[in-house]
Protein backbone atom coordinates (compact mmCIF):
# COMPACT_ATOMS: atom_id res chain seq x y z
CA UNK A 1 0.00 0.00 0.00
CA UNK A 2 1.11 3.59 -1.19
CA UNK A 3 1.26 6.77 0.63
CA UNK A 4 -1.24 7.65 -1.35
CA UNK A 5 -4.16 4.87 -0.01
CA UNK A 6 -2.78 5.23 3.47
CA UNK A 7 -5.15 8.13 4.97
CA UNK A 8 -8.62 6.18 3.89
CA UNK A 9 -7.15 2.95 4.69
CA UNK A 10 -6.68 4.54 8.63
CA UNK A 11 -10.19 5.81 8.93
CA UNK A 12 -11.56 2.47 7.95
CA UNK A 13 -9.12 0.76 10.63
CA UNK A 14 -10.13 3.59 12.93
CA UNK A 15 -13.90 3.37 12.66
CA UNK A 16 -13.23 -0.43 12.31
CA UNK A 17 -11.64 -0.22 15.81
CA UNK A 18 -14.59 1.92 17.49
CA UNK A 19 -17.01 -0.35 15.89
CA UNK A 20 -15.44 -3.64 17.33
CA UNK A 21 -15.20 -2.26 20.52
CA UNK A 22 -18.48 -0.98 20.63
CA UNK A 23 -19.41 -4.46 20.20
CA UNK A 24 -17.02 -6.15 22.50
CA UNK A 25 -18.50 -3.46 24.65
CA UNK A 26 -21.79 -4.30 24.33
CA UNK A 27 -20.87 -8.38 24.95
CA UNK A 28 -19.20 -7.61 28.20
CA UNK A 29 -22.07 -4.97 29.79
CA UNK A 30 -24.49 -8.18 29.84
CA UNK A 31 -22.45 -10.64 30.75
CA UNK A 32 -20.16 -8.78 33.43
CA UNK A 33 -22.01 -5.33 33.94
CA UNK A 34 -25.85 -7.04 33.89
CA UNK A 35 -26.95 -4.77 31.53
CA UNK A 36 -30.07 -6.29 29.03
CA UNK A 37 -29.48 -8.43 27.14
CA UNK A 38 -30.87 -5.76 24.17
CA UNK A 39 -27.89 -4.57 24.54
CA UNK A 40 -26.80 -7.40 22.30
CA UNK A 41 -28.75 -6.10 19.51
CA UNK A 42 -26.38 -3.38 19.28
CA UNK A 43 -23.33 -4.86 20.07
CA UNK A 44 -24.15 -7.34 16.79
CA UNK A 45 -24.78 -4.59 14.24
CA UNK A 46 -21.50 -2.82 15.97
CA UNK A 47 -19.57 -5.90 15.18
CA UNK A 48 -21.19 -6.54 11.60
CA UNK A 49 -20.05 -2.91 10.38
CA UNK A 50 -16.36 -3.15 12.03
CA UNK A 51 -16.20 -6.59 9.70
CA UNK A 52 -17.50 -4.60 6.64
CA UNK A 53 -15.10 -1.39 7.36
CA UNK A 54 -11.95 -3.76 7.17
CA UNK A 55 -13.29 -5.04 3.74
CA UNK A 56 -12.75 -1.61 2.25
CA UNK A 57 -9.34 -1.55 2.98
CA UNK A 58 -7.48 -1.72 -0.23
CA UNK A 59 -4.57 -4.54 0.05
CA UNK A 60 -4.47 -8.02 -1.76
CA UNK A 61 -5.41 -10.02 0.54
CA UNK A 62 -7.41 -10.17 3.81
CA UNK A 63 -5.08 -11.47 6.40
CA UNK A 64 -2.69 -8.77 5.20
CA UNK A 65 -5.51 -6.13 5.79
CA UNK A 66 -6.47 -8.14 9.97
CA UNK A 67 -2.57 -8.29 10.77
CA UNK A 68 -2.11 -4.55 10.23
CA UNK A 69 -5.30 -3.94 11.99
CA UNK A 70 -4.35 -5.38 15.21
CA UNK A 71 -1.87 -2.91 15.84
CA UNK A 72 -4.48 0.19 15.23
CA UNK A 73 -6.78 -2.09 17.75
CA UNK A 74 -4.12 -2.22 20.19
CA UNK A 75 -3.52 1.80 20.44
CA UNK A 76 -7.53 2.37 19.95
CA UNK A 77 -8.08 -0.60 22.70
CA UNK A 78 -6.00 1.74 25.20
CA UNK A 79 -7.48 4.76 24.51
CA UNK A 80 -10.69 3.05 25.37
CA UNK A 81 -8.91 1.72 28.52
CA UNK A 82 -8.14 5.83 29.21
CA UNK A 83 -11.72 7.05 28.26
CA UNK A 84 -14.10 4.96 28.66
CA UNK A 85 -12.80 2.39 31.44
CA UNK A 86 -11.31 5.55 33.22
CA UNK A 87 -7.76 3.84 33.28
CA UNK A 88 -4.90 5.91 32.92
CA UNK A 89 -2.66 3.63 30.56
CA UNK A 90 1.06 2.69 32.13
CA UNK A 91 4.22 2.22 30.27
CA UNK A 92 4.52 -1.03 29.22
CA UNK A 93 0.57 0.11 27.51
CA UNK A 94 2.47 2.77 25.84
CA UNK A 95 5.40 0.90 24.56
CA UNK A 96 3.35 -1.90 23.53
CA UNK A 97 0.85 0.41 21.79
CA UNK A 98 4.38 1.62 20.48
CA UNK A 99 5.48 -1.51 19.13
CA UNK A 100 2.16 -2.73 17.69
CA UNK A 101 1.76 0.26 15.96
CA UNK A 102 5.41 -0.15 14.30
CA UNK A 103 4.65 -3.67 13.19
CA UNK A 104 1.35 -2.25 11.60
CA UNK A 105 3.36 0.76 9.67
CA UNK A 106 5.88 -2.23 8.29
CA UNK A 107 2.94 -3.98 7.23
CA UNK A 108 0.95 -1.40 5.44
CA UNK A 109 3.64 0.53 3.94
CA UNK A 110 6.11 -2.59 2.73
CA UNK A 111 5.77 -3.30 -1.17
CA UNK A 112 4.12 -6.40 -0.80
CA UNK A 113 4.39 -8.43 -3.84
CA UNK A 114 0.72 -9.13 -6.06
CA UNK A 115 -0.17 -12.94 -6.17
Known amino acids: MGLSHLAPSLL?????ALFELLGSYAIWAVLRLR????????????LLIFATLLTRID????GRAYAAYGGIYILSSLVWLWTVDGTTPDIYDIVGAFLSIAGAAVI???HHSVK
Open 12 to 16: FYLFA
Open 108 to 110: LLG
Open 35 to 46: KSPWWLLGGALS
Open 59 to 62: TNAS
